[in-house]
């Protein structure tokens, strides 16, 4: 069983930074995809970012070049630094763990952190 707890969600005014985190329980997370989504209030829920175990990442085109995501296996959590944040960035934020192996398809999901930027 897999637990992921994100922190750091809060108000900012626009232009500002936040960093969020995750940490996730189980012996799992170094070879697994760890994603952060984020679902604004009647909108769909969406990937902001990825990191796959080897490295790879993947931004959406609406934060590229403003957000980082990162990882640190040793303390088996998954990092979002958020710059130059904006009003379309309000939404809650989830993290979500992906594995799949020859028995089965971990698919992990966080209880969500609010992030609002306003002035």
């Known amino acids: 069983q897999v637990q992921l707890v994100e922190s750091g969600g809060g108000l900012v005014q626009p232009g500002g930074s936040l960093r969020l985190s995750c940490a996730a329980s189980?012996?799992?997370?170094?070879?697994?995809?760890m994603g952060w989504y984020r679902q604004a209030p009647g909108k769909e829920r969406e990937l902001v970012a990825n990191i796959a175990s080897g490295g790879r990442i993947n931004y959406a085109d609406s934060v590229k070049g403003r957000f980082t995501i990162s990882r640190d296996n040793a303390k088996n959590t998954v990092y979002l630094q958020m710059n130059s944040l904006k009003p379309e960035d309000t939404a809650v934020y989830y993290c979500?763990?992906?594995?799949?192996?020859?028995?089965?398809?971990?698919?992990?999901w966080g209880q969500g952190t609010q992030v609002t930027v306003s002035s």
């Open positions: 189980g012996n799992i997370f170094s070879i697994s995809v």
């Open positions: 979500n763990l992906f594995h799949v192996d020859w028995s089965r398809q971990y698919d992990y």
